[in-house]
């Protein structure tokens, strides 16, 4: 991740966009520009004077980064918890110093939203340096798992997992990351035979490109980034265990494609994998859905295994305000919905809040482009 003075660089246009879900899946920034215009035309007359899409589910703090599942009925968000530390802004992402999480639940869609304090905090956890970022969740045989991305006293991004019997927690941590964790960003995602896998990694800020050798190697942003013609650096995946807490298998890095089976390329932005991966699964199809980063849009790519590869479709959201953009997908009695984040309350890349709003699809399953 990258910072930026705030608000981006695509804000005007988002303040023009109307509230519209868009049918058209692009795949470059030019035709996503070119269908919000011709959106824009189209929307209801009311929505012209609407700025954003949806109202943040929360005021009090600001919220990020969230991961929604429903568990017994009822539909939790793990969000990341942003503060003002008055970090400087800068390429490894230092302005996100997050140090604990609050989870967040609701009965339905539009219900009331509680808040429910504070679920773990970095001081409870024995191998913690800093910055606590986006988590994610599971419920396995009575047992709540929160995995969370934090550095390590080395300051190298590790994943970590901690325990509780309440989907709200609180939340024990393990005394040490998952062995073989790496970067940022898991997404946990459980199959319809019972297998979980753990998807995670984010480039720049994230530390992804430091382990192209199999090794940490790097210190500075965005070294060992590969040149723009070569392979982009992919997300990796791995199995979890039956225990949940450690991996079942090695990672192995997942391959996103063009239409020819083609890896895209590192300086594909408007294409490649940046961070905050998805995994949904639609029609026994397997949707892995993405930041691409540096051009602020939220990207899908489909396959037929959990492990890919993915064959990259288009964009689904157009960039939020803020630089940042990171999402769920959830289904709800029967609707499915993007849970994402934008500054709205601040105008601060750093302080997000997090929002809802339904995920439209075609006939043909391609996911209709959200205009935030
Ligand atoms: O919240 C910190 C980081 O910002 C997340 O890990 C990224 O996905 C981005 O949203």
Redesign the pocket.
């Known amino acids: 991740?990258l910072s930026k003075s705030t608000p981006n660089r695509f804000s005007s246009l988002a303040l023009l966009l109307p509230l519209v879900l868009g049918s058209a899946c692009q795949s470059n920034s030019k035709t996503d520009s070119a269908a919000a215009s011709e959106a824009s035309t189209t929307a209801p007359a009311d929505s012209a004077s609407r700025k954003y899409l949806a109202e943040p589910l929360v005021k009090e703090i600001y919220t990020?980064?969230p991961s929604a599942h429903v568990f017994n009925g009822r539909i939790y968000i793990y969000p990341?918890h942003?503060i003002e530390t008055g970090m400087p802004e800068n390429d490894n992402?230092d302005h996100?110093a997050?140090r604990d999480y609050h989870i967040l639940s609701m009965d339905s869609i539009g219900g009331k939203v509680t808040d429910h304090g504070v679920a773990l905090d970095t001081k409870d956890i024995p191998w913690a340096g800093r910055q606590l970022?986006?988590p994610d969740a599971a419920f396995k045989n009575g047992t709540y798992y929160l995995y969370f991305?934090l550095k390590d006293k080395q300051d190298i991004f590790r994943i970590g997992v901690a325990t509780s019997k309440s989907p709200t927690g609180p939340f024990k941590a393990e005394p040490k990351p998952m062995a073989g964790s790496l970067s940022?960003?898991p997404a946990v995602f459980t199959d319809t035979d019972g297998k979980t896998y753990m998807y995670m990694g984010?480039i720049w800020g994230?530390q992804l490109q430091r382990w192209r050798t199999g090794t940490y190697n790097g210190s500075n942003p965005k070294e060992q980034e590969p040149a723009a013609n070569e392979p982009s650096v992919g997300p990796r995946v791995a199995r979890l265990a039956d225990d949940m807490k450690q991996f079942a298998e090695p990672v192995r890095e997942v391959k996103i494609v063009d239409k020819d089976g083609k890896v895209l390329l590192s300086g594909d932005n408007n294409r490649r994998f940046f961070?905050?991966a998805w995994m949904h699964k639609y029609n026994d199809q397997y949707y892995f859905t993405y930041?691409t980063g540096d051009t602020h849009f939220l990207a899908y790519a489909t396959g037929t295994s959990p492990y890919g590869p993915f064959t990259y479709q288009g964009t689904f959201m157009n960039p939020v305000e803020g630089w940042?953009?990171?999402h769920s997908i959830v289904e709800v009695n029967g609707k499915w919905y993007i849970f994402y984040h934008d500054t709205e309350l601040s105008g601060k890349t750093w302080l997000r809040n997090v929002k809802v709003t339904e995920l439209k699809r075609g006939a043909d399953g391609s996911i209709a482009l959200i205009n935030p």
């Open positions: 991740m990020a980064d990341s942003d992402g996100f997050m970022w986006a991305p940022i960003d984010g994230g961070e905050g930041s940042t953009t990171h």
